[in-house]
């Protein structure tokens, strides 16, 4: 309900003019909100309307990725290029692209059948992606995580200064302080383990490194005929790719008890079509290990990213605390029965 109400409110900053579908040369018929974009009804078939909120050179980076990994793994979105032969459009001071829809069902995570497709398809789509390069800095994410998460260190000692600096310390706060320190052990401890293994080296050799999809919830997967397509690559990024796997099996195992079951499912998956080193997988367990759920939820609220109401948050960070002890339980069953 709260991502609902952000996108609506999104959703109120499109200008959806008949003359900006001009610009692309489509006659619409009908327009209907899907979460942060419209889907639209056009003389040339479903289409996509989304207004794009970052740079034109991260959108030329999104475009070149999906030309580059097409010939290879062809289930992902197109872009339609307007009467100028350009992906975008500049109207009344906003950029907006149009894209074909792409036909299938989101993937249900409870559904065991579809989370192997998923990631039997996320397999395809990073071995399509090898050798990719960019120079847009931001978007390459190789070799960054250890500076990453030292800094997320810093960003959490400020959370708890600000907390500790509100005279009336909000339910939020108190929570906060009071788990603050077993979290920040959590992180140091991925640091080592990270220092410990072999990332820096998986960092240099090419077939480790891809395109990662970066944002692999439900709704950006969708299952058509046995077969993941992929949607949605605003967050995409150069990096290894069980940073991308650690993305995808956080998605799935947060609402389902941190099942090991469910993990050890999504990784033999992925190697029927793409293959995983024990060194990779150390990596991806020292990423797990990081507090991603608890550094996130204190990140929106204490900078504000989210314009949720004060209960939303005290809700979201309640419930990240209390499966403390299931994911503690999942690290080690995940150290003994896939790494071992």
Request: net charge negative; with cysteine; charged share 30%.
């Amino acid at each position: 309900m709260v991502d609902r109400y952000g996108e609506k409110k999104y959703l109120t900053k499109y200008d959806l003019c008949t003359k900006l579908f001009d610009r692309f040369d489509l006659k619409v018929y009908d327009v209907v909100p899907v979460r942060s974009v419209y889907m639209i009804s056009t003389d040339k078939g479903e289409k996509i309307l989304k207004k794009v909120d970052y740079t034109l050179d991260e959108l030329k980076f999104i475009y070149n990725v999906l030309n580059y990994v097409r010939t290879k793994f062809p289930r992902i979105i197109n872009f339609v290029k307007n009467k100028a032969g350009e992906i975008y459009t500049i109207w009344d001071g906003d950029m907006y692209c149009i894209m074909d829809t792409v036909n299938g069902t989101e993937c249900n995570f409870s559904n065991p059948i579809e989370l192997n497709i998923a990631a039997e398809g996320l397999g395809e789509f990073h071995l399509a992606s090898e050798g990719f390069k960019t120079g847009i800095y931001n978007k390459s994410n190789n070799g960054k995580l250890i500076d990453s998460f030292k800094r997320r260190i810093q960003e959490m000692e400020f959370f708890k200064n600000i907390a500790n600096i509100h005279e009336k310390k909000t339910e939020f706060d108190e929570i906060f302080i009071k788990n603050w320190s077993y979290y920040i052990e959590e992180i140091e401890k991925s640091i080592i383990l990270l220092q410990q293994s072999h990332y820096y080296k998986l960092c240099s050799e090419e077939d480790k490194v891809v395109v990662c999809h970066h944002d692999l919830a439900y709704h950006n997967i969708l299952i058509n005929e046995n077969q993941a397509y992929f949607i949605d690559f605003d967050y995409a990024i150069i990096d290894l790719k069980v940073h991308d796997l650690c993305n995808f099996i956080n998605k799935v195992i947060k609402n389902f008890a941190f099942d090991i079951d469910k993990t050890n499912s999504i990784i033999n998956s992925y190697c029927n079509k793409n293959n995983l080193s024990r060194r990779e997988l150390e990596v991806l367990y020292a990423m797990l290990d990081f507090p991603n759920d608890f550094y996130t939820i204190a990140r929106d609220y204490y900078s504000k990213r989210k314009e949720w109401e004060e209960e939303v948050f005290l809700d979201r960070l309640k419930r990240k605390t209390r499966y403390k002890e299931d994911r503690k339980e999942f690290l080690q069953e995940f150290r003994d029965k896939i790494l071992n």
